[in-house]
């Protein structure tokens, strides 16, 4: 087959290799059909990872079609479409007992696309855990491209329930890429005042009018922590969820928040990197800031349940189709910031 592995920064080969075996009894094998581009694996093709240990086939997005099943498999046939998110909890560990399933501490032994090959291939090999626990068959009428939004959802979803958005609420999320579109989607959905989206693109500011926030800010232009209070009777936001995981954004996220706001911190800055608090804002403005990680079964399977029903459209985040050899190209696109998704089709 076919498949795209990582070999070191900016070095990315498209090889023939063989279709992966399973490995134990519970195991499934798919042939993909589509997986999307994603702002982890452009991290990945330009600095690594450090939970990736090359050559690897990378890419963790997808949906596609059972070709084989393990003998112990059960609920799954061959020629089924399927779905499966990226990882699944041990259910053992200390955080899987305290409920933090995100942080279980064997995450990393079920990984696509990190730890186990990923999904920028013609077949994946689906662990055994995941087969059991977040791998769903997609409804008739959800298309491959749409089911593959599964697992980045998932994620949206776990950092917006900590969000704990109420009805009326100023909601600011800082970063209109696809995972900022998500959340502006959900923000609406749970009832929000109103949603302001802040980027640096024009491309995306339009593309989160589209997708329904009610103003948006250009961060190149504007200042944005005084636009937003503007917006906001000069209180600042009672949510604010960073989506670039940049220190400066992290703080002026926490410059724009309210007195008894939200501040979550979805995106992930690089390692090493810190960011500075104003200890009298944080005191005696009780202010909440919350980091977020990865997602649980539970979301996995309301993200499918939201795509299927029609609650978050996915479908305008897919702005291109390329096949599995233009991967590299799709990369420095997505880099470009003049699309959202790319849709890799093998």
């Known amino acids: 087959m076919r498949a795209i592995r990582f070999y070191s920064p900016g070095l990315l080969k498209l090889e023939e290799v063989d279709i992966p075996v399973l490995e134990h009894e519970g195991d499934v094998l798919v042939k993909t059909k589509a997986i999307l581009t994603c702002g982890t694996d452009l991290k990945i093709y330009r600095r690594g990872h450090p939970k990736v240990k090359p050559p690897l086939i990378f890419g963790h997005e997808f949906s596609g079609v059972i070709e084989e099943v393990g003998e112990n498999v059960r609920n799954f046939k061959r020629g089924m479409r399927v779905v499966a998110a990226n990882s699944a909890p041990c259910n053992e560990c200390y955080f899987c007992k305290k409920g933090k399933h995100n942080l279980c501490e064997e ?60 009805l009326a609420d100023n909601v600011v999320v800082i970063g209109a890429g696809p995972i900022g579109l998500l959340h502006i989607q959900l923000a609406r959905a749970r009832g929000a005042k109103q949603v302001i989206a802040i980027d640096l693109i024009e491309y995306r500011l339009k593309k989160a009018l589209e997708i329904g926030a009610h103003s948006v800010i250009n961060a190149q232009t504007e200042d944005s922590v005084e636009k937003v209070k503007t917006f906001t009777d000069s209180r600042g936001a009672d949510v604010v969820i960073e989506c670039v995981g940049v220190p400066q954004t992290w703080e002026s996220a926490i410059e724009m928040i309210s007195p008894a706001g939200t501040v979550v911190l979805f995106g992930g800055a690089p390692a090493g990197t810190k960011f500075s608090v104003d200890t ?40 291109k189709e390329m096949p599995l050899n233009q991967l590299e190209n799709a990369l420095n696109e997505m880099q470009k910031g003049e699309t959202i998704k790319i849709a890799v089709i093998p």
């Open 280 to 319: 009298r804002k944080m005191h005696y403005e009780d202010i909440t800031i919350k980091g977020i990680f990865h997602h649980t079964p539970v979301c996995v399977k309301k993200a499918l349940d939201l795509i299927s029903s029609g609650i978050v459209n996915v479908k305008p985040l897919i702005t």
């Open 107 to 166: 995450l990393t032994a079920t990984l696509i696309g990190f730890s186990v090959d990923g999904a920028y291939a013609e077949y994946i090999r689906i662990p055994e855990r995941i087969v059991r626990q977040n791998m769903y068959e997609i409804p008739d009428h959800v298309s491959f491209q749409e089911a593959a939004f599964t697992e980045p959802l998932a994620c949206v979803i776990n950092g917006n329930d900590v969000a704990d958005i109420n």
